[in-house]
């Protein structure tokens, strides 16, 4: 059974930094392109980042290019998303998915395993 579990998500003012986790379970994780993607209340799921199965290649939504880094450690099938110079518009749940293809998406359609998400909320 596949599982994504993410973590480190919290409040935080304006400016500061965050560092979201991803443990990922019950799949071969060095297959997967791994993806972050946010919903915020009244809002549809939108791409964050994403990072080839290598590593190698990342991607970034215009939002947050700069000021956020994806990166993964596959030895221990972990991903993570170090958010800086956060701002009130970053405030949603973040959620952490795996698309078995050697690059990675932007398209929230192609995963196909998503977690449950964690709540990230930035105060001005």
């Known amino acids: 059974q596949v599982q994504l579990v993410e973590s480190g998500g919290g409040m935080v003012q304006a400016g500061g930094s965050l560092r979201l986790s991803c443990a990922a379970s019950?799949?071969?994780?060095?297959?997967?392109?791994m993806g972050w993607f946010r919903q915020a209340p009244g809002k549809e799921r939108e791409f964050v980042a994403a990072?080839?199965?290598?590593?190698?290649?990342?991607f970034y939504a215009d939002s947050v290019k700069g000021r956020f880094t994806i990166s993964r450690d596959n030895p221990k099938n972990t991903v993570y998303l170090q958010m800086n110079s956060l701002k009130p518009e970053d405030t949603a749940v973040y959620f952490c998915?795996?698309?078995?293809?050697?690059?990675?998406?932007?398209?929230?359609?192609?995963?196909?395993?998503w977690g449950q998400g964690t709540q990230v909320t930035v105060s001005s």
């Open positions: 998915a795996a698309v078995q293809r050697r690059t990675a998406s932007i398209n929230r359609n192609e995963y196909n395993y």
């Open positions: 019950g799949l071969t994780f060095g297959s997967y392109g």
């Open positions: 990072i080839s199965r290598s590593g190698v290649s990342t």
